[in-house]
């Protein structure tokens, strides 16, 4: 087991703190949750962890953090733990602050275009609670499982199908109510001055000091999230071409057009797909007219290439078009962790420019057939062709130790490559944070040295994250 | 098709959290018991996939109590099976129940309660620990005799419609509406056993196969061949788990059937908004959801709405797997009975139905406890064709 964890004598004391403050059913030390806590559904743990709890407020929360405090504790705070990389396991053991209590819906503001959640709701649970109430707006969805948190979403800097026209969906928040890791309650964004969080308001951003920092600055309790208008249709295009180096000029053109909404590239390590790759482009409308001069003008990019380098497709192949068409929570994405019958499935997530796809494809294969694993590529393209997640898949069978560990190894090997190709792993676990960091400017490392120094002096918020 | 293993099978669980919301993520809330009344991802399908897999196969953790009481706290609803997206999840139900079986076969320990039940089962015949002579006692003053050969129907009550008070009522309803439409039944009265639905389902594979062939030696000695039965958990095992040799009918088939035929007749009494809960063994587990809608449907003092949650998407009363007697999940203000009243009033309905002694018990109980007995009251199918307030 990894992390230090505590001495056994502070246990006792600590439970039974923890269980005051938020009830005995949701405070353990026993061992059962202490193992569940300590493995996430990737190949990461398990972990030390001393305790878990489960707050059902503000209150109980800023009360926890006051316990850690005075034990010198650390705290992790977790949604549905589903990053795939650990993040929501701790370093160095202590408690785990599990979040799915804190699970209500507190605004909804149509007019102003948000919603006001807090840390524990899901994506399922925003999802349909919109389309029951609101069905003419809707926010950013990752293809994550529903289980997934919209907070923990957003401190991982998480992208959704509405990135490609908005930013990542740490770029939709208007502001968050957030539980410092000295215990006090900080409103952050508009809602600071305003009676609401309309936006973030003309003040210095300080979200940033908890996005992408994997929960080691503070517990987010709140989260006000903008919404986007929700077309009545959707529709997919595809492009099939043979040669790999045409994607990012493609990709280009297509972002240029302004009438795309999501963008992915996708294709496997088969025979078969190696020399097939396939650009889909969700298109989204009110109007059947609408719709319809989409695709003629998406159509009109393939006949600019010399005849058939790249094909214009539709209607794009039915299982490959569900995936982007289904109604969320979307499936298809999950399912890869049953592609070796096995449970498994970590992803580089590696965040590069667009042009850099090409050679990050042929990297990924080559690392995978190396290793003898199975791979498939995820690509998708966040802003007007700003940068691309590259999501480098790599499925396993949990029960063959072997070939998790391969798989471990191939996720070293495509952290190091991304780096070397100047990309940066995205929900880096903390092995792949030792590597980015080597490369970090030593004065930006200790820039974040200093933040963490200033809001966490006794550094209870999951040291040994982001090698804190 | 025989069965899976489970051992061949845990490991490919993901803990991606589908199986803890409804098949159509209903904004509701979480959909299987456990989760919701414990809400640690212990108490969830994946957590207890990872713990099986961890503690009987891979042996990375110890046996404890609190591990058995978290096996033990699934009401085997089979919401996980239906709501999970992998090809394997339809086996989820049978996945805990055999690795139940294996721990009762290597005798690593199961919660008091569970031992309690087997262990009254075993001695008793019935899951209450109560007389065997007393087992017909909730016929009484009805004229309702016993099976004998060439009756069309066993009435087969169930542990819980012969012995607790409530569900007695409905036994009663529904035996006097079978004596109006003249059908040709009787009963077993002290000669019945437990069915061993519940048996099965925690693990006791011995005990089940015991009771299950004391059934059917029963049944077939007295010439049965058709077997109506009040419980959908009795519905559930004789139908699926015993010989296949007997015609099995939930007792809202035969009704529906009866009335269609004319033979029933329907109150005419003015009922208001009724709201109907779907049993997992009937529904879920065997397909049934139309039959007791067309029974509500047919009386025309009734005004039929539906929950949020309903057919596939039901959300269990939280009694099942026993939990009814060993109050594992059915215990504490957040049991899965309480969340369930609160979807019926929902609805706006004064009357929550359902077809099934074990909901009739846990959701009145919760109706109580829940302080809207005046807002809503629960009755079973049978009490409410037979009229009784
Ligand atoms: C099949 C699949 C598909 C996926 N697709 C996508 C996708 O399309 N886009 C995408 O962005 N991601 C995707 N993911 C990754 C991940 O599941 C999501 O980003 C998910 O939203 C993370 O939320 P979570 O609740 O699981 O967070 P967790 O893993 O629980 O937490 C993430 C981080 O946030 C911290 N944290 C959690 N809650 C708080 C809080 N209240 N305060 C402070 N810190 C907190 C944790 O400590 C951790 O460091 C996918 C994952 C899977 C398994």
């Known amino acids: 087991m990894e992390g230090k964890g505590l001495p056994a004598m502070k246990d006792d004391l600590i439970h039974r703190d923890l269980a005051s403050i938020v009830g005995e059913d949701y405070a353990s030390n026993r061992p059962e949750e202490l193992f569940i806590y300590s493995v996430d559904s990737g190949t990461e743990g398990p972990r030390k962890v001393d305790y878990v709890v489960m707050p059902k407020n503000v209150d109980q929360v800023q009360k926890i953090v006051a316990v850690a405090n005075q034990h010198r504790i650390p705290i992790t705070p977790m949604g549905a733990n589903l990053t795939l990389n650990g993040l929501g396991l701790p370093v160095n053991g202590g408690i785990v602050m599990d979040m799915k209590r804190m699970d209500r819906i507190l605004e909804l503001n149509r007019q102003r275009k948000y919603v006001v959640v807090e840390a524990g709701v899901t994506q399922g649970m925003l999802g349909s609670y919109l389309e029951k109430n609101c069905p003419e707006l809707e926010h950013s969805r990752p293809e994550a499982p529903p289980m997934a948190t919209i907070v923990g979403n957003i401190v991982i800097r998480g992208h959704g199908y509405l990135s490609l026209r908005y930013g990542n969906n740490s770029h939709h928040i208007n502001g968050l109510e957030v539980v410092l890791p000295t215990g006090e309650v900080c409103n952050i964004g508009a809602g600071c001055v305003s009676p609401w969080p309309f936006c973030k308001g003309p003040l210095p951003d300080m979200t940033g000091l908890f996005c992408g920092w994997n929960g080691t600055t503070g517990v987010i309790t709140k989260l006000s999230l903008k919404l986007f208008p929700k077309r009545r249709m959707l529709d997919v295009v595809g492009y099939a071409m043979d040669d790999l180096e045409l994607v990012p000029e493609l990709l280009y053109q297509v972002t240029h057009t302004d009438m795309v909404d999501n963008l992915f590239v996708v294709g496997f390590a088969s025979d078969t797909h190696e020399s097939h790759k396939y650009v889909t482009a969700s298109i989204t409308g009110d109007l059947d007219e609408e719709i319809a001069y989409k695709k003629a003008v998406l159509k009109k990019i393939a006949a600019g290439y010399q005849e058939g380098r790249v094909r214009f497709d539709y209607p794009v192949w039915d299982p490959l078009k569900s995936r982007f068409v289904e109604k969320p929570p979307y499936v298809t994405p999950a399912l890869a962790a049953d592609f070796e019958r096995g449970g498994g499935f970590r992803y580089c997530g590696a965040i590069l420019p667009v042009d850099k796809i090409p050679e990050a494809w042929r990297k990924g294969m080559e690392i995978a057939h190396r290793l003898g694993i199975n791979f498939s590529a995820g690509i998708q393209i966040l802003g007007y062709c700003h940068s691309a997640m590259f999501g480098y898949v790599y499925p396993f069978n949990r029960a063959e130790e072997q070939e998790v560990e391969r798989v471990r190894k191939a996720m070293r090997e495509t952290n190091e490559a991304v780096l070397q190709m100047g990309g940066i792993p995205w929900k880096a676990e903390v092995a792949a944070q030792k590597q980015i960091i080597e490369k970090m400017e030593p004065n930006t490392h200790d820039l974040m040295k200093k933040i963490w120094k200033a809001l966490d002096p006794n550094g209870i918020m999951n040291p040994g994250n982001w090698c804190k | ?389």
Not at chain 2, 91 to 99: E, L, T
Not at chain 2, 315 to 340: D, L, M, V
Request: hydrophobic share 35%; with cysteine.
């Open chain 2, 1 to 389: 098709m025989a069965e899976l293993d489970y051992r061949s099978l845990v490991h490919r669980c993901f803990r991606c959290g589908f199986c803890k919301l409804t098949h159509d993520y209903s904004p509701v809330g979480f959909n299987c018991p456990m989760y919701h009344r414990f809400r640690l991802e212990t108490y969830s399908p994946g957590g207890l996939n990872w713990l099986i897999r961890a503690a009987l196969l891979t042996k990375s953790i110890e046996w404890t109590d609190h591990l058995s009481e978290i096996l033990y706290s699934c009401t085997m609803c089979g919401n996980c099976a239906e709501a999970c997206r992998f090809e394997f999840g339809k086996d989820m139900v049978n996945m805990f129940r055999q690795a139940r079986e294996d721990v009762v076969e290597t005798q690593l320990g199961l919660p008091k309660m569970v031992s309690q039940f087997l262990e009254n089962v075993y001695l008793y015949g019935n899951a209450f620990r109560e007389a065997r002579e007393a087992r017909g006692d909730w016929a009484a003053g009805l004229p309702v005799k016993q099976f004998a050969d060439g009756d069309e129907y066993l009435y087969y009550v169930g542990c819980v419609g012969s012995y607790d008070s409530r569900s007695r009522k409905a036994a009663r309803a529904l035996a006097s509406l079978l004596l109006k439409a003249s059908v040709s039944f009787g009963i077993l009265g002290q000669e019945e056993e437990c069915d061993g639905n519940e048996v099965r389902l925690l693990g006791e594979q011995g005990l089940f196969e015991r009771q299950r062939d004391r059934n059917i030696e029963k049944f077939k000695e007295l010439g049965v061949k058709k077997i109506v039965t009040l419980s959908p958990h009795s519905y559930n095992t004789l139908k699926n788990d015993y010989s296949g040799e007997f015609e099995v009918l939930h007792y809202t088939q035969l009704l529906r059937d009866l009335i269609r035929a004319g033979t029933l007749p329907v109150p005419q009494r003015a009922v208001g908004k009724v709201t109907y809960h779907d049993p997992c063994f009937l529904g879920r587990h065997n397909g049934e959801y139309d039959a007791p809608r067309e029974i509500l449907d047919s009386i025309p003092g009734i005004d039929l709405v539906e929950m949020e949650r309903s057919r596939n998407t039901a959300f269990c009363c939280g009694g099942g797997g026993a939990n009814f007697y060993t109050g594992i999940s059915a215990k504490g203000k957040e049991q899965a009975s309480n969340a369930r009243v609160w979807d019926a009033v929902n609805t706006g309905a004064n009357v929550l139905a359902v077809a099934c002694p074990v909901c009739l018990m846990t959701l009145e109980d919760a109706v109580k406890s829940e302080g809207i007995d005046d807002r809503i009251i629960v009755r079973d199918i049978s009490e409410i064709l037979a009229d009784n307030k």
